[in-house]
């Protein structure tokens, strides 16, 4: 296997509860009115530099929670690399059909989409 490597991917998730998420959206359109790319597959999306930030409607949640995307160049071989340094699957939080890519968290919790580099 080559050298596995990440970077940072072209998404970011903030999972709001469903309290404040009407507030969230009008934040980010209305007042730093960063520039709005619609509402897709139940999400509010907008660009945030060369990233797509996604606002997600979560009805069972207390608090926000950021989600980060990060790729590499052989997503499937460096399962087993992060596996290794005792980093596990967390399949478990989102189900992403015909898709490659699988989720994984830090130390802390964040949650992070691994997939592949575009």
Request: with cysteine.
């Amino acid at each position: 296997m080559k050298k596995a490597e990440f970077t940072g991917g072209s998404n970011i998730a903030l999972k709001i509860p469903k309290f404040k998420y009407e507030e969230t959206v009008h934040f980010y359109r209305d007042v730093l009115k960063l520039p709005y790319l619609g509402f897709i597959s139940e999400s509010h999306a907008f660009q945030f530099g060369d990233t797509t930030l996604w606002l997600d409607c979560m009805e069972n949640y207390s608090q926000q929670d950021v989600w980060l995307e990060i790729q590499t160049n052989q997503v499937q071989a460096v399962a087993d690399y992060l596996r290794e340094n005792d980093i596990h699957r967390r399949d478990e939080v989102e189900v992403h059909e015909n898709s490659d890519g699988y989720w994984i968290s830090d130390p802390c919790g964040t949650i992070l989409r691994v997939n592949q580099r575009k």
